[in-house]
């Protein structure tokens, strides 16, 4: 038994890395497998202003390594790699990374969701400068801004009506003639002055050198392509839960995210919990995903405790 951890978090936002931090404080030695890309969102955010403590706000990648440096002071074993396969079968749980098998009476799953991007040839490249996929992480940095908001549906609307907050002016981009969100929303954007709509229309670029100045569109039915001048491009088509590991294993929604017991993160496997926004619909922010991976680790800790496994 002496090989088998108390705790594997898989994962390292925001989430995992709070859960670390309790895991560790409460002396069950976690294993965090933080895969080889680590930090989760925060990585490809610049200045982040509405993260509590730091008043004059604080990149995206120095948040992460600092919370980074707690969990591993306080004793959490960092492996910089991806999870290969994981079986939450039987106990005890096993995670394969390579050849490794590592075996751990309860699991945090933290992997996170990944918002969908266009995919254009500069896309990537002007992400927090000027493109984004959270209003509210970067709403505030364009004030008296014009933008374009993409997408259709009721996170497009809320988005756009969000940003109406800084900018002076807000372009909703769809590709069809007709709005995919619920009424009440649609509604609201249109009753909008702020917000404008330009219909069947598709982003085929972002503009722009080191911020951005445009995006390039074409029309969907005739083909004809024009500039559109924007001081920020934010998407809102979706985001995608990182669950592939875990179909099959414990309940998903429709959309693929984890199906926890509410409050708790209990999924539906004993042992095994869940945090951050790979079970977040909602709210997707860092400080609700820490908040979460708290919840992950003592809920851990008292199943650990109430199953005897630790004292």
Known sequence: MDDIRNVIIVGSGPAGLTAALYAARADLEPLQIEGREAGGQLMLT?????????????????????????????????????????????????????SDVHRAHSVIISTGATARWLGLPNEQRLIGKGVSSCATCDGFFFRDRELVVVGGGDSAMEEATF???????????????????????QERAFKNDKIDFVWNAVVEDVLGDSVVEG?????????????????????????????????????LDDEGYIIVD??????????????????????????????????????????????????
């Open 46 to 98: 610049t200045e982040v202003e509405n993260f509590p403590g730091f008043p004059d706000g604080i990149m995206g990648p120095a948040l992460m390594a600092d919370m980074r440096k707690q969990a591993e002071r306080f004793g959490t074993e960092l492996l910089t790699a991806d999870a290969d396969a994981v079986d939450l079968s039987a106990r005890p749980f096993t995670v394969t990374v390579g």
């Open 163 to 185: 940003l109406t907050k800084f900018a002076s002016k807000v372009t909703i981009i769809h590709r069809r003639d007709e709005l995919r969100a619920s009424k009440i929303m």
């Open 215 to 251: 995006v390039q569109l074409r029309d969907t039915s005739t083909g004809e392509t024009w500039e559109h001048r924007t001081d920020g491009l934010f998407l809102a088509i979706g985001h995608d839960p990182t669950t592939g590991l875990f179909r099959g294993q414990v309940e």
């Open 262 to 311: 509410e409050p708790s993160t209990q999924t539906s496997v004993p042992g095994a919990f869940a945090a951050g926004d790979v079970v977040d619909h909602t709210y997707r922010q860092a400080v609700t995903a820490a908040g979460t991976g708290c919840r992950a680790a003592m809920d851990a800790e008292r199943w650990l405790a109430s199953e005897g496994l630790v004292a």
